[in-house]
């Protein structure tokens, strides 16, 4: 299993920045693929993004390309969404999750962590 923190949530206009990190804790780093998904009040936890471990794999939903970027730093065993162009249907709880393979399930991944806030204001 993976611990997982999440941080760098917080308040920003609509047009802004943001860069959320998810900073990973076990065994065997290397073999999770990671994902980042959403979820606002009321609604369904929703995919965003995912990674492999090694960075050579990408996926984003269709809504964010362009805009959102997943990366990763093995050496420090964290991964990043960075958020450009925010707008406020972006609003909700993002949560960063372990898997053994990239997928948009969020049943297909075994860790997460507690999530992070992102609030876009207009």
């Known amino acids: 299993q993976v611990q997982l923190v999440e941080s760098g949530g917080g308040l920003v206009q609509a047009g802004g920045s943001l860069r959320l990190s998810c900073a990973a804790s076990g065994r065997t780093f290397s073999s999770y693929a990671m994902g980042w998904f959403r979820q606002a009040p009321g609604k369904e936890r929703e995919f965003v993004a995912a990674i492999s471990w090694s960075g050579s794999s990408l996926y984003y939903v269709d809504s964010v390309k362009g805009r959102f970027t997943i990366s990763r730093d093995n050496a420090k065993n964290t991964v990043y969404l960075q958020m450009n162009s925010l707008k406020p249907e972006d609003t909700a709880v993002y949560y960063c999750?372990?898997?053994?393979?990239?997928?948009?399930?969020?049943?297909?991944?075994?860790?997460w962590g507690q999530g992070t806030q992102v609030t876009v204001a207009s």
């Open positions: 999750a372990a898997g053994y393979g990239m997928s948009t399930s969020r049943y297909e991944y075994h860790s």
